[in-house]
């Protein structure tokens, strides 16, 4: 249509805040994150492939929207000669504790009796385009899947952050990377696949939703 009046025009899924046009409006924006040409095939590998639990959502886009501090972990492994997947979360923790302006945390340093509620959780593979997928790759998709999910729940809110999102990782070396861009604020692409495809719009999308990331210290029993 042509926008040719001073209101702006309405959202697709207009003042619906469920899952399904949640899902819509993602599919709809799904281009300002990847480049066209691919857009439509991450959104199957995000939402389709595998299923998405999300009896959270309500709370989550209420949570969003009144400035409650919202976490979210990511985790990838190696699954298979040529393939990998992660694991993504969104979750509230009940007896929200101050955290450290450090980019490390130990998970014997958390609250164990403090109550974590999911409110939306899935998987995706990672990208088929590399022969040979590594547990990194896995874990960097994990945290671009955060950040893409992240902004498009406050675009569809019509929302700005209020206060940042926490996230937490088991790899050192990716937290590590994707601060140092953030921090620096090199968003510039450059030839290597993998910052080039992947941390620098995890970087770049992370800036964006004041999501504040750091290393959890993960498989204790090495």
């Not at 300002?32 to 998405?52: E, H, M, N, T």
């Not at 952050?161 to 070396?173: F, G, M, R, S």
């Not at 937290?175 to 910052?195: E, L």
């Amino acid at each position: 249509f042509i926008f040719t009046t001073e209101t702006p025009p309405q959202s697709p899924v207009g003042n619906a805040q469920d899952f399904d046009s949640f899902l819509r409006y993602c599919e709809l924006d799904m281009a300002k994150f990847i480049v066209a040409s691919s857009a439509q095939a991450f959104f199957c590998r995000l939402f389709q492939d595998f299923p998405i639990l999300h009896g959270g959502i309500h709370r989550l886009l209420t949570a969003l929207q009144d400035g409650d501090q919202i976490n979210t972990t990511s985790d990838g492994s190696k699954i298979d000669s040529s393939e990998a997947l992660a694991g993504w979360l969104f979750w509230l923790k009940e007896d929200t504790e101050d955290e450290s302006d450090e980019d490390t945390c130990d998970a014997d340093d958390e609250d164990s009796v403090a109550r974590r509620t999911c409110l939306m959780c899935g998987t995706i593979l990672a990208d088929r385009r590399f022969e040979d997928n590594t547990s990194f790759q896995a874990e960097a998709m994990g945290k671009l899947t955060i950040t893409i999910l992240l902004q498009c729940l406050y675009d569809f809110i019509g929302r700005t952050p209020a206060i940042p999102t926490l996230h937490t990782c088991n790899n050192q070396a990716l937290v590590k990377r994707v601060n140092n861009k953030r921090n620096n604020n090199n968003f510039h692409t450059i030839n290597d696949p993998i910052d080039g495809d992947v941390i620098i719009p995890t970087a770049y999308w992370a800036d964006r939703t004041t999501l504040k990331s750091k290393w959890v210290r993960g498989h204790t029993e090495r």
